[in-house]
């Protein structure tokens, strides 16, 4: 009878290390790597948007200066850019 009390004594602390050791690594090691992922995700998103953002200033700055450069050759005299523009 005490050779079973003591396994099952053994088992119970093993249970209770069990419970602690999810506990721990579930409740602060996931809300840790939740926030961490979080954080590096939306530096990601914000580095897109931010090239994203200079792209968009940058194309409009070029299709402005593409629309002047095709008006310009319109105006010239060549029956050749005439013909493409």
Do not use: C, H, W
Request: charged letters at 25%; zero cysteines.
């Amino acid at each position: 009878a005490p050779e079973v009390k003591s396994k099952i004594l053994k088992l119970a602390a093993s249970q209770v290390a069990g419970y602690l050791y999810s506990g721990i690594v579930l409740g602060v090691g996931i809300s840790k790597l939740n926030i961490i992922i979080t954080k590096y995700l939306q530096t990601k998103k914000d580095a897109n948007e931010n090239m994203t953002a200079n792209v968009k200033n940058t194309s409009n700055k070029a299709s402005r200066f593409d629309k002047k450069y095709l008006l310009e050759l319109r105006n010239k005299s060549n029956p050749i850019f005439k013909e493409f523009i």
